[in-house]
């Protein structure tokens, strides 16, 4: 009965390791405080508890106080924190504990951390992760069950990462912190790994050792096929794949694309991807309008409308709060049975 | 409401029972919850799990505070509440069997199942509380604002931690409450702790009370996780707002008995097998004891009937049904 | 050379008056000040200042202090105190000055504001309405020219109201104050008709006198066309009517849908215009990607996409902060070059 | 940096002469802004119409802040303004051609024509501003933060208003700044205003440095907008940050001789044609001429080298060109 992981093992494993997604985290951001000393890492619980949701699990003992800092619940000052040691050359990790807390912090992120680039016209760099859990599934209720990925995409200056696996996470990571760029960092609570929460099959995976990066901007075929393109991020990238593999004994044999990042969103990918299978799912934990799920079908229908043999269809949280009952959660989420249906429906 | 008693006298016998009544059932109500929330997580800790999902901050250690605020109130006084909202509700009377199968997820529960144990509305008692740190303080002033509008002498009892305090809105609350000088009651539970942060590594002054003085209002700490203190305190404060004189700032240095939040191993917090000695209930029960206020008997059937409400409000939780998934989406707009 | 508008001549005036927009707002506040003692008014400089975008103007003076308040500058205490009034029967309609000043009070606004009622399973109503200036043009750069609507209409639990015209500023009015939901009421800074900013020949409007509900959650045919849709809001329907006069010259006959309201979305009316037209542009003051005109396209896309005739084609902000300099600024926003290049690139 | 004579010392003159040349020059930049800003606006003031398009908030009367607080620093010291920037800019020398041209709008701006006078950013000087109330002060925090990491002794000076100081954002700064003893010196300029809502109806207490005792830390109020009074009690600051003692809050009563924004009709404020009497500038003026600090000479030559400075400073503005509009959207990422 516990809330917290143990620390990843040390350094040094031979590969292929089988890592969490939390643990993975927790490596590449290790592995580049040990290699750049202006990287840091803040925020609430970050030290001896080593993150709510372990991503910063051992960090503190390898890295001691001065670089990993427990923050003062005061999101705005440690968030501003984070952009003004940017300004000065440092690259701090910020988290900020459930994405779902954004909005008391939100000026400093949207209209500082993302912008300061672009008014000094391109003279000043902001290179700041955010790091944020999203997502339910454990009856953690309205305001803090929010993915709100939609929320941070829509707003221009800052690149949105989501890693669904553990090798994705690190390679994401890294990336994040080498980039110039303030880039939000959403991991899924419900991917990490935790002890304390339901797992998937899939929230282990083999992490390389040493550093490798993923690039931002990029998404990846998790599962290659024909009839149909499920585009996704997170924790859905592992329904589909369930569902995919449920679907292929009736000889559905469906693509499963993770974005993995939304600013930029590799539009490429979704209109080749859909140019093959010619018929669309978009699956989203994030709420239904005027997020994701419409940006990835208004960007197929604004390329060319002969691409799609079916009318694209979305599955996501139907415009309500998360509601804390499970019952009434499960049916707004975008589960593996709202999925298969969404892929019959769009095969016809 | 009883009259509130100077300083160096006693506060009368009938009140001191009813104190000690009152934190007596919020800690028999907190332990029922605490076993029903872990009864069926195991084998393995699984918080999505069991009758009790989802996150669970309980208030054990920290009665003094609700149970000595809240007497001052009447139903039409308002009570905000944090995360860890059980013990104020109950001392404010929210009605305990909906708000059980709220927490239990049930249809019949104060929110629909909507809600959960964070997210606890009693329209008929003024209460509320918000999952979002120091972020309830801001409703509780335009409840006293629509009070006085109304021209009652009701208040708004705006509660928060220690940890919150350090929020922005914490600030802009107090500085407008007092400007405005709207009847708030502004209470700060210090339990030293933070989640995980002690206070001495998120607040730059040992006594929030010393911020009061940044508003021009009153502030006072209440050392010991006192209830009487807390009463004699609050019932100034209250005093104060509804003669129309403006909000009060105290703050109570109480105790967090348990984790955080259930299933927090709590490895960051020293002095854990010693916790138990400070437990305020004890502790007052063996004085009233002492001071010949209490005897064994009574002591029982408070126990006793405490335990009694708290299974009747468990049972009708249980007896309420579980919510239609196909109303999930209800309730997004009246 | 004033900031400051004069106030409305005084009540009784017979119909039909032209009014500019901001003055038909202000009228529809103070009818419903005047019928219902419960409604009030805060924000920053809305009392003697009148609002600085001439959105309270001679409120203060009609309803003295008690009922149009001057706050400190701290939205999230006022915003919230907005709130739990409305949770205690008042109804208050609460001004941020700037649309883009959301992120120092969202929590307020999306956590609670927009969540209460859900919360309590409906056992707890919170009629506010949120007021709050949008749009650039004039250059004020990007901290205080944003449109963001596509912001709040992601979050459930509010509707979104956008007025482009003095008619639908006081019906939208009415209908948001006496509606029991949270209501943000978005207005166009370049369509209020104020004597200091630049304006278009559509900034005065008959307005009627007295007490009228513009129903929330229904679009508006600003102007029926056979050949084409412009579907938009705000600003950028007068535009998009200069367009459609101007392309009427060259025999192109455009429809102007201006949808009014974001939460709820007339997704009907957008279907019928499109089913006639067969042919979409979404014009959008607010960024490009996961907005808005995201979600316009795809409600035509999922339903039937044998609607379309040609790909669908959206002039947005293109995802970039709004620039100071006047050339820069021009170059980012809908404007009316973009939209009818847009249309006669829909119209092949 | 002059070394800080104690409160019943004199300065040295020549320091009070750079002062006073200090303020003049901001005067006369702030004149020739206002004039530019207005001059293709006629007839019938139109915001987005001009070479100068936009809000623009200007800070004539708040120069002795700006004069007194940057004398005390070095181009690696941060300064953070808000949306009334230019005096800050300015003493703490920031490139005025680039500061000009990016008010202009122009290509050779600080930003490229994209930021705008509340939008100037000169890394050469560490100086930044923010158009959105108290919201540069954590950024500054992180600089402070980056300097003590980098082992120097530099510090950020904050500047915000006095209707800033009920924001959030400025509760949360001064906490966490008094926490980690940041090298940080906070600087409300109390000009009596936020736009039209006087001080009174929105802060809850007459002295912001009472708040300083909120979060630990040295506060101090300078009345009468003196300039030799901000220099010695931020020289006391400065001075108590550079040796690792933490941050510190002052306050300056100053004044907002022109409207908060130009076309401001500040119809809301009295006592306007009596204003001109309090304008420091003059004030400082005559008190070093009777004091044989200045004589008319120098004061000419002053006033004169200000002018020149501004002239080329617009000239070489004028003589950027524009943006092309090609670039958009450049400089959204890195
Ligand atoms: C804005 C915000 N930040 C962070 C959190 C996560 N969080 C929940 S409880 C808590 C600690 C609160 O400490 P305190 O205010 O002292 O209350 P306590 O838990 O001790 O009762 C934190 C950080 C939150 N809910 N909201
Ligand atoms: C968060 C936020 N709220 C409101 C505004 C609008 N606003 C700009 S300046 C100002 C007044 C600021 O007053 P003060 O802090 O005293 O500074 P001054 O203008 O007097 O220099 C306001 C309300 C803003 N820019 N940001
Ligand atoms: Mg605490
Ligand atoms: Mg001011």
Redesign the pocket.
Known sequence: MTLVDQPAPAAGAAPPRRLTMAKAMVEGIAEEMERDPSVFYLG??VGAYGGIFGSTTGLLEQFGPERVLDTP?S?TAFMGLATGAAVEGMRPVVEL??AD?FG?CMDQIYNHMAKIHFESGGHVKVPVVLTTAVGGGYSDAAQHSQCLWGTFAHLPGMKVVIPSNPADAKGLMIAAIRDDNPVVYLFHKGAMGLAWMSKTKRALGDVPAGAYETPIGTAAVARPGRDVTIATVSLSVHHALDVADELAADGVDAEVLDLRSLVPLDREAILESVGRTRRLVVVDEDYHSFGMSGEVVATVAEHDLDLLAAPPVRVAVPDVPIPYSRGLEQAVLPTPERIADAVRRVLG | MATIAPQDELLDAPLRVDLYRTMVLIRTYEERIRQEYHADKTPGFDIGKGKVPGEM?LAAGQEPVAAGACAHLRPSDAVTA???PHHLAIAHGVDLDRMTAEIFGRDGGLGHGRGGHMHLFDPAVHFSCS?????GLPPALGQAFAFRRRGTDDVAVAV?????AN?GAFHESLNLAALWRLPVVFVV?D?D???SVPRSASTAVADNALRAAGYGMPGERIEDNDVEGVYRAAGRAVARARAGDGPSLLEVHTL?LWG?FEGDPQSYRPGLATLDEADPIPRYRRRLLEEGVLDEGRVEAIAAEAAGRVGRAVEAALASPEPDPATATAYVFA
């Not at chain 2, 999952?131 to 972020?135: F, L, P, Q, Y």
């Not at chain 2, 928060?160 to 919150?164: F, I, K, L, R, V």
């Open positions: 609430e619980d619940i999101e504990m459930f807390f008391v | 901050h944090t995360h860890r999952g979002i740190i120091a972020e928060t931690g220690e940890g919150a929020q539970e339990n702790w933070g989640i967090r955080h």
